[in-house]
């Protein structure tokens, strides 16, 4: 084996992630096909195995492989290849030109999540013209379709080629950013994601002139049910990986948060400490609250189509984000308790959240990167609000965590660049992330 040039390599992997970027892979429509080839011809220079899955016109997943002696079960390194839509008036540089300034690389997908396509696919091709042996097999799914639920890219290989993407374990997106909290550097990794639960109420009433109001309104109902979810809280489900959590970050947390937080946890103080939050710190506060209840968002809604007709339905769809271990019934009955009687509620997509275990040789392998390319990072366990493509491996028997390295300066908010306008990496971070990543995969693969 030759030693890596690290400059050299790097340069050539901004080029994979700069190339991804302007390939504009926005879902809806997904259109992920030019970017999936595009990683094709770059495995095809590198003579490494591939295979394009396509489950619809244009909507194009790739998977490619580097065969180990099999001695321990396969490694999967996933990102998926689309992105969401943007508002190009709100970026300070276009979004699809991979403009770099200011230390950073600017973009749709920078973060979320080319940055770790590009990271996969490299270290593959870094792996295979080593010629290292490996004991695990290494597998790059570059995926279509997370960004509108999955079904055209994880859920997709994981239902009809399920032989392409099976593996012990699988690394993703969401997790392994500095998290700066007083001195202290974090580096959250995610073990758990919550699961999810589409629904629609809808109020049924009695249908009129508009001119003669009547109590038996439909608009009215529904509106009633929607202003009490927003005014509710629902009841805390404390896990022990959101707990541990908060309690790893308190020891870091200046004064008073490094009391506060691990108080949050307590069903009797959470609801007044989190509304006392909101007025310190609106982020913290939102991202907090939602790792320790069931929630929801109603968003879409649907009533008359004529101002002076009163209709005799109206409806609303909810994004309901349900806590790992609690069943959706359950979290429906929480629902019901707070809209009330009269209304139905029909569920149109639901899946579990999911939690593994940090207590494995992966996880550990992880804490040991960071620790030689950080001596200051503190990995911890977390749970996300949100989910990813881990919940389609799931389904498999994988065990999958959020870790797609990047160092970031102080005050770049991790958070704020998903789906936010001007998402960026900055070019050392990314560099740092490559290279942790790189030996994570060579050392746990060896
Ligand atoms: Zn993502």
């Known amino acids: 084996m030759t030693a890596i040039d690290w400059s050299r390599f790097g340069e050539e992997a901004i080029d994979v992630f700069k190339a991804l970027l302007r390939i504009p892979t926005v879902n809806p429509p997904g259109d ?18 591939y295979q394009l899955v396509e489950s619809a016109e244009g909507r194009t997943s790739i998977v490619a492989r580097l065969t180990g002696t099999g001695a321990r079960p396969p490694l999967l390194l996933n990102g998926h290849l689309d992105v969401v839509p943007v508002e190009p008036a709100k970026w300070t540089h276009p979004p699809f030109d991979a403009v770099e300034a200011d230390g950073c690389i600017w973009g749709r997908g920078a973060i979320d999540m080319k940055n770790m396509v590009a990271m996969g696919a490299m270290a593959l091709v870094q792996l295979k013209r080593s010629g290292a042996s490996l004991a695990r097999d290494v597998i790059f799914a570059g995926v279509a379709d997370e960004e509108a639920g999955s079904r055209h890219g994880s859920l997709f290989l994981v239902e009809k080629h399920p032989e392409l993407v099976r593996a012990e374990y699988v690394l993703n997106e969401v997790g392994g950013h500095t998290l700066y ?28 002139h508009g001119s003669m109001p009547h109590p038996d309104n439909a608009v009215v109902k529904l509106a009633r049910a929607i202003t009490a979810l927003g005014d509710t809280r629902l009841p805390l489900h404390v896990t022990p990986v959101v707990e541990h959590f908060l309690r790893t970050l308190a020891k870091g947390a200046p004064f008073p948060q490094r009391h506060v937080m691990p108080l949050l946890v307590q069903p009797k103080l959470a609801g007044h400490l989190l509304d006392l939050m909101r007025r310190a710190n609106p982020d913290q506060a939102k991202g907090i609250g939602a790792m320790l209840s069931n929630t929801t968002s109603p968003t879409v809604l649907e009533g008359g189509s004529k101002v002076n007709v009163i209709p005799s339905r109206a409806s609303v769809k909810v994004d309901g984000r349900v806590i790992p271990g609690q069943p959706i019934e359950r979290f429906l009955d929480e629902v019901r308790a707070v809209i009330g009687e009269g209304l139905s509620i029909n569920v149109f997509d639901a899946h579990d959240g999911t939690v593994f275990s940090s207590d494995t040789p992966l996880y550990r392998a992880i804490c040991g990167a960071l620790a030689r390319h950080d001596p200051q990072a503190i990995p911890v366990p977390y749970m996300i609000p949100g989910f990813t493509d881990s919940f389609a491996y799931a389904r498999l028997g994988a065990i999958c965590y959020g870790f797609s390295p990047v160092r970031l300066e102080p005050g770049m908010d991790f958070t704020k660049m998903y789906h936010g306008h001007d998402e960026r990496i900055p070019r050392a971070g990314f560099l740092w992330g490559l290279r942790v990543l790189h030996e994570l995969i060579a050392d746990f693969c060896r």
């Open 32 to 49: 992920e096909r030019p970017a999936a080839e595009y990683l094709a011809r770059l495995f095809e220079r590198e003579h490494i195995a």
């Open 181 to 208: 909290m007083g001195d202290s550097r974090y580096y959250p990794i995610q073990v758990a994601e919550k699961g999810l639960c589409w629904f629609e109420i809808a109020a049924e009433g009695e249908p009129g």
